[in-house]
């Protein structure tokens, strides 16, 4: 259709509306006004100012592209504003937008050109006092191996769920029952009806074709399959299977394989290995932090190459990503930390040391720089971003339980009253029916610390997820967990499932930190 017979149509068009609006039967349509009212268009003018107008919108366009790309922190506050909430918390993942469907494998770009580690700017000078489950440093000679027929290395962490008999009495020792197991049981096979062909798992798990939308609460991240990998796999390690020994070999062989293939190795020659996937808003660094402790507990529990070189190199991707002035983590590497994402970094740091990586302890010393800002009275309660008062004026029960577990690692030892303050808060708090985050952290916070205090949190956290797990009589949906999280929604069901199950693997996940030399267990 030429441009005048397009004209001449819009004219014959218009003119029944302009009869009606003269006749005032109705209103006329805004675009029908618009049209009405213009002035008479001259098209012999129309090629040139179109023309004008388009390079004026390309190069403002251009301008605005090379200002936010050049600024990764002006890009990161466009999308905070964004995607702000209207209760400032501690988002585990703020919402994604779609993503690309295909793997890059393609080596990542360089994030780390413009700063090197070496600029670290916190104190570095001294030892770092680890706590690292029953660190491999302070365990005193003859210590470190329990009475038993087989003893449980107390040097390692990950020791705990190595085989049945540790299992057993781990779980007598310290609280856990049959009914526990068999949650934890019934989990694992949940997790296994739904992994996907190409050995990963997705928190849109409706989409399995076991499944086909049977269970509930898929995840807002459709596109986040190494999340989903990274948790199911610690559910599965958490209770001693690995791809070399358990029940899952297969399964758990599948998912590594899956990370292992899928992980970007860096070109900037330090092999680090970029796990966080297809990452288009925060959740980056979150499935960093999993996907790197899955590797490293895997690591020391196997010693398999493959593995630990993994997660030698995962570990590499955490430490450079630490910001060089505050010491800790955020969305995007290097950026000013928040509690959320430290924790989990120092979880992985942490399951790295266990594994025998080989990293500075200069990584530490900044975490510590980073909750030394993050914390309020004297260290008992901590703040979910320190620096930006607007968004995180108070501490929380959440953020409370994630430093107070980073405190722990990093070398707080039990007599520590700014501790002991802490535990008693969490005490008062008491398990949530409805903050399965907090949950996860403060289990594992009083887990450590023992005493009356782990026996009161114990008996409710547990009842509580063996009561609220889907049974048998749900049918396909059974040994999941329905969603009970405030900040669960980009994992939904998947998340909180593998947070529960982990939870529920607390007696044998973790050796205790404290009290080693009474540590007794009969097998
Ligand atoms: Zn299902």
Redesign the pocket.
Known sequence: MSLESFLKRSQVAAKPAKSAAASGLSAPPLAQVMLLSAPAWDWRRTPTVTLMSVLLHLIALGLCGLIVLENPQLMEEIFTTLTEHEEIGDPIIERSMEVPQEVNDAPQENIFSRAATSNLEFESTGPVALNVSDGIPQVEKGASELPGPRGIQLGNETSGRMSADAKRAMLEKFGGNSASEAAVAAGLK?LV??QMSNGSWSFE??K?P??RG??SQNGFLKSCPHGATGLALLAFLGAGHTHQAGDYQKEVRRGLDFLLKTGKRSSDGSDSLDLRGFVVRNEGMYVQGLCTIALCECAAMTDDPRIRTAAQGAIEFIVKAQNPVDGGWRYFPRAPGDTSVVGWQVMALKSGYNAKLSFSNKVFKGAETFLDRAQTNRGSQYIYMPGNARRSPDPTETMTAVGLLCRMYLGWDRTNPRLASGVEYLDQVKPQPDNMYFNYYATQVMHHWGGDEWTRWNEVMRDQLIRTQHSQRDG??AG?WDLADPHGDAGGRHYMTCLSLMTLEVYYRHLPLYNRNTLKVEF
Do not use: A, L, V
């Open positions: 949940w009806d739904h798990h409706s399995h076991g499944c049977q269970c396909h949906p999941s």
